[in-house]
């Protein structure tokens, strides 16, 4: 029996998200389904981030056993071969058969994809989020600051969530602005942080949004986040403009 | 009555092209269903390209007459409300009673889009060709020079156009690559002309491959312009890679 690691590239847009849920194409039941056509096995993987709806992925990982003689090098292009185009595998390799992908330290690295625009833009409404008038981006980068370090971010923290500590560190914020054409302008949010709470990502990119928008000051972020209160931060972002890049892990 | 112009760009992944056509989804449909809408009037737009299926657009041109008083700027955001997600008005404007975007001087710029990558990348497989293995950007710039300039491209239209002359010229074409990760390039062909021929664009691209995977030499290029037959010309590039980046007219 080996532990196989593989590195999961995915289009969100048509995908219930990462969990298996009965009767809707989900992430997981693709890779499932793929690895039982290709080994025989029965096998549900796990994964290192179970991603929303309408979200995508450059390098989500997820692990699972086999006994198939199959190199592991060999299981990427094998498995691409079941796997439909929204989804395919990128890397595949062996790993310590107690490696789990949610239990390891790692660094996890998001971006979340605005372009403010005053006509919506059909070639990329599946990866922005589009808004019809101009942010503050030096608002946005001043705002930012506040969230480095290791903070209870409770106040951008979805209720729903069961995690029972709402500690996290986050090691970078970036915010980039790239004029696309004179009237557009695409904003890119990229944060690295040790983990991420649910919604987490989405309620910061909502959060800097209103700073951005003017509606808010960049201490206000600073308050929300003292006030450990979810009523307290900005709107959750739509899914569609956060993508995870990529993660790393310290041990394999 | 007036003459409108409108902008139009579109994701064409779900089209079956620009041109009307009994019982299939066509760009040409959806805008002529949006101009009923807003103005009750029974319209057929006329198009600057009919693009195939699967191209897409960033800078599309048509033309319709309206008896409708609404300002000619404000057809952009009033057709865009009754427009579907994938394609919208970007400007509109008017222009004289017998401008026809068809048969007025103008420079089309085109870009194509090349990923060479070992593996698939499931965020870019409606807008690129993805290519499982290297190119030479070199030798394709090179070979890209010897159809700069007024020539018969015969060998590069698809045998089902109906254009009496296949003589165009060719103002610019730019081959740039850049590297997304170690692993993959991408590479953009931009062409500029005062028109193209059916599918010229894109068997300049699959021409461009040939020589850029090594199976031809940039000469070959030449010499296949200088034959005008199309069997010397190399592959049809599927149309995902495709995009009408601008039409810009002399006069309006």
Redesign the interface.
Known sequence: MRRILIKV???GTDFHGWQLQPGVRTVESELNAAIKALTGEEIAVTGASRTDAGV?S?GNVAVFDTESTIPADRF??AL?TYLP???????SFEVKPDFHPRKVNCRKTYEYRILCSR?????R???TWQIPYALDVGKMQEAAKYLIGEHDFASFCCVRTQAESTVRTVFDIEVTGKDNTAASKEITIRVTGNGFLYNMVRIIAGTLVEVGAGKKEPEWVKEALEKADRTEGGPTAPPQGL?LKEIIYEEK
């Open positions: 590239a995915y289009d995508h450059m990427c292009p691409n185009e929204d989804v395919k595998v990128t890397e006509v919506p833009d059909p070639l409404r599946r990866n993508v």
